[in-house]
Nanobody, 124 residues
Framework: QVQLVESGGGLVQAGGSLRLSCAAS????????MGWFRQAPGKEREFVAA?????????QYLDSVKGRFTISRDNAKNTVFLQMNSLKVEDTAVYYC????????????????WGQGTQVTVSS
């Protein structure tokens, strides 16, 4: 089992920044990739960003956040981050951290462990 705990959410004005953190514990050696997803009210959960846990830390992003969001990792601390800049009202959602043990993907179904989520609210 891998336990994930997110932090760093909050209320910010449009154009502002937030940095989300996700601390992993438990069988972290089984982690192949980490991802961030979000879910706005009335919408399905969507992929935001992912990073391979080992190797070169390859990343991928949702098109609408490219150039604004950056995913990174600190393997020694078993922590993944999501730096969010130039935030927009449409970025408002609950953000979830997730861990995959077998693949590196944007697909929700490929992630095995999920955090409880942290609320990000962007005001106009």
């Amino acid at each position: 089992q891998v336990q994930l705990v997110e932090s760093g959410g909050g209320l910010v004005q449009a154009g502002g920044s937030l940095r989300l953190s996700c601390a992993a514990s438990g069988r972290t050696f089984s982690t192949y990739a980490m991802g961030w997803f979000r879910q706005a009210p009335g919408k399905e959960r969507e992929f935001v960003a992912a990073i391979k846990w080992s190797g070169g830390g390859i990343t991928q992003y949702l098109d609408s956040v490219k150039g604004r969001f950056t995913i990174s990792r600190d393997n020694a601390k078993n922590t993944v981050f999501l730096q969010m800049n130039s935030l927009k009202v449409e970025d408002t959602a609950v953000y979830y951290c997730a861990a995959a043990t077998n693949t590196y993907s944007y697909a929700t179904r490929t992630y095995d462990y999920w955090g409880q989520g942290t609320q990000v609210t962007v005001s106009s």
